[in-house]
């Protein structure tokens, strides 16, 4: 039986996204941080997100969502199982997307269960750009949307929150999201074409 609700919220501003507003380059910004307007951000969406009864929340391994993560859910009323899922990063295409050895996430983030990764979880084949960034293949990502969509129809939680990223969020969900913004999805409907 397919979960009853699922929220999906972007990360809040990271470091990354500030630079790159105010330049339109990419920053160099490896598995970027939120930074304090994101943080305020995370506060207004923690408590949009208070009193949704969440079973689970599936969060992307890059720092900013982790952190995100945290930031709304510790203490959340309905203390929701918290899982991380590799299948929901980041399409990489820039350094932010990048991201950091699963042991250096279990050492600063020691109460979110990271044991189950890889220690390298990101896309690291092929040759790297002029930036150092392995691109991630359009197939390789769509691939990996369809497998989350599939990933969350199977879940038996009834109530779900999807803590994760802008581009692979539209390539789910057909919408763009600002950061912590949330949107409700339906992993039964039909796939939005993109």
Known sequence: MAPTR?????HG????????????????????????????QVRAARAALHDIPFDLVVTSPLTRAIQ??????????????????????????SSCDVGRAASVLAAEFPDVAVDHLPEIWWHAEGEPDARGVHIEPRPLFDARVLGFRDWLAARPERSIAVVGHGTFFYHLTGVWLDNCQTVTFDPMAAPVPV
């Open 68 to 93: 995100t993560t945290k930031g709304i859910f510790s203490d959340h009323p309905s203390r929701p199982r918290i899982l991380v899922e590799v299948l929901h990063r980041e399409c990489q295409e």
């Open 6 to 10: 699922i929220v999906c919220v972007r």
């Open 13 to 40: 501003e990271s470091t990354f996204n500030a630079a790159h507003r105010l330049t339109g380059q990419d920053p160099g910004h490896v598995d970027a941080r939120l930074t304090e307007r994101g943080q305020g």
